[in-house]
């Protein structure tokens, strides 16, 4: 005679599981883009060593956020502070391949529109299934590419 499982021992792992899964969804990566050229520092504040100037429009990782500084990863990794106020919730993207192939749709074979170069900063529209991300160059011309390309989704 088959055994019967019950409703109750299905379900039963379910609050276990998203338990586990609760942590991951806090790992989750956030950036932020710099509003305007600014020094950061080597701690939050002020009266800290600053170490090097960030231009406007720049995406950053917010790692830990303090009263009005947030400890943040750029694209080559430094760790530094900023003041809070100088970050914004618009979330930009800076090429890390030597030359991105911006299209006109987000597929390889689509039309090329543009091409940029490593390290230029182009403003994140939306983050499109399967790898792509549709972007404007502060020009005004948009497109498609694909996520490998780029530092800040």
């Known amino acids: 005679m088959p055994s019967l499982v019950s409703p109750r021992r299905i379900l039963a792992p379910i609050p276990l599981l998203a338990a586990l899964l609760a942590p991951m969804a806090a790992l989750a990566l956030e950036y932020r883009s710099v509003t305007e050229a600014v020094a950061v520092y080597d701690a939050p504040s002020v009266k800290a060593k600053p170490l090097f100037v960030v231009l406007a429009g720049t995406p950053v990782e917010l ?24 970050l914004a919730e618009k979330r930009n ?21 543009f091409e940029a170069e490593r390290d230029v900063v182009l403003d994140l529209l939306e983050v499109q299934p399967a790898g ?5 160059h502060r020009d005004g011309q948009d497109g498609f590419l ?8």
């Open 93 to 113: 993207v800076i090429v890390r391949a030597e030359r991105a192939q911006v299209r006109a749709a987000a597929e390889d074979k689509a039309a090329l529109v």
């Open 146 to 153: 694909k996520a490998t390309q780029v530092w800040g989704l």
């Open 132 to 136: 792509w991300a549709r972007v404007r």
């Open 63 to 86: 790692v830990v956020s303090l009263e009005g500084w947030s400890k943040v990863r750029d694209s080559k990794g430094d760790l530094t502070w900023i003041e809070k106020k100088h």
